[in-house]
T-cell receptor, first 114, second 118 residues
Framework: AQSVSQHNHHVILSEAASLELGCNYSYGGTVNLFWYVQYPGQHLQLLLKYFSGDPLVKGIKGFEAEFIKSKFSFNLRKPSVQWSDTAEYFCAVTDSGGYQKVTFGTGTKLQVIP | GAVVSQHPSRVICKSGTSVKIECRSLDFQATTMFWYRQFPKKSLMLMATSNEGSKATYEQGVEKDKFLINHASLTLSTLTVTSAHPEDSSFYIC??????????????FGPGTRLTVL
């Protein structure tokens, strides 16, 4: 069975600070990896995804994530956060087989202080 | 793009009544849709996988007789919470799996339905 762990539950940063949110997954096979964002009062939106190829993935709004297979990690990064990045961030994984069941991490709440 | 809608966005009902929530893929066909429940300050919990034309697959611990799922067409799945009780109050989110094209292997999420059972 798949599992996803996000180490940071609540992160508080000042504007312009750099961000890195940790995500580790547990699964023995080939996986697809995702980061979703949920802004206050809004629905989940896809930030970025990794299926194959270049392990450094760039997403929307200046976010990027790096897939490190040996560490089973897919950490999310942004060099300079803005107040508008305040949201909850979820790491997720699916297996790359026919059954597209998504397993979500517990989420990280990011609060950016102006 | 790929848009998923849910209706209603918010519903308040009395204990013992049933509530139906609709999930629609607006601009694509989805043979598979998923229903999640999101508890306050917690992650999304997958409740069931809805497959068009066949019975839904429920996750362990989810009562299939309480949460009835019907996926009657390629663009519509419904979740009916039967005999709702206050503990069923939650945020219910659906997603639709889009096969093929550049968004292969990607799920698109609806905006969610806030259910409050009095």
């Amino acid at each position: 069975a798949q599992s996803v762990s996000q180490h940071n539950h609540h992160v508080i940063l000042s504007e312009a600070a750099s961000l890195e949110l940790g995500c580790n997954y547990s699964y023995g096979g080939t996986v697809n990896l995702f980061w979703y964002v949920q802004y206050p009062g809004q629905h989940l939106q896809l930030l970025l995804k990794y299926f194959s190829g270049d392990p450094l993935v760039k997403g929307i709004k200046g976010f990027e994530a790096e897939f490190i297979k040996s560490k089973f990690s897919f950490n999310l990064r942004k060099p300079s956060v803005q107040w508008s990045d305040t949201a909850e961030y979820f790491c997720a994984v699916t297996d790359s087989g026919g059954y597209q069941k998504v397993t979500f991490g517990t989420g990280t709440k990011l609060q950016v202080i102006p | 793009g790929a848009v998923v809608s849910q209706h209603p966005s918010r519903v308040i009902c009395k204990s013992g009544t049933s509530v139906k929530i609709e999930c629609r893929s607006l601009d694509f066909q989805a043979t598979t849709m998923f229903w999640y429940r999101q508890f306050p300050k917690k992650s999304l919990m997958l409740m069931a996988t809805s497959n068009e034309g066949s019975k839904a697959t429920y996750e362990q611990g989810v009562e299939k007789d309480k949460f009835l799922i019907n996926h009657a067409s390629l663009t519509l799945s419904t979740l009916t919470v039967t005999s709702a009780h206050p503990e069923d109050s939650s945020f219910y989110i659906c997603s639709a799996f889009k096969s093929g094209g550049p968004t292969y292997n990607e799920q698109f999420f609806g905006p969610g339905t806030r259910l409050t059972v009095l």
